[in-house]
């Protein structure tokens, strides 16, 4: 059974992993135009929410 879990984290990490490569390129979009302090903001507000959705799904039980 070990295999089988390791390979459902994998898949969970993948779509946390898809997501947040999602935010990024959307953060990107308004780099240019952004003071720093803005985007670093921003950055950790990704962050936050990928350390929530994963204590989400570890109180869920899917980790």
């Keep these: 059974m070990r295999p089988t879990t390791q390979k ?11 997501w947040y490569i999602q935010k990024m390129a959307e953060l990107r979009v308004c ?3 952004q003071p720093l302090r803005i985007q670093l903001a921003e950055l950790f507000q990704v962050v936050a929410e990928c350390e929530a959705r ?3 799904e570890d109180r869920l039980g899917y980790a």
Excluded: D, F, T, V
Aim: hydrophobic letters at 35%.
């Design 54 to 56: 994963a204590a989400l």
């Design 31 to 33: 780099r240019e135009i």
């Design 8 to 18: 459902k984290e994998r898949l969970e990490m993948s779509e946390n992993y898809r």
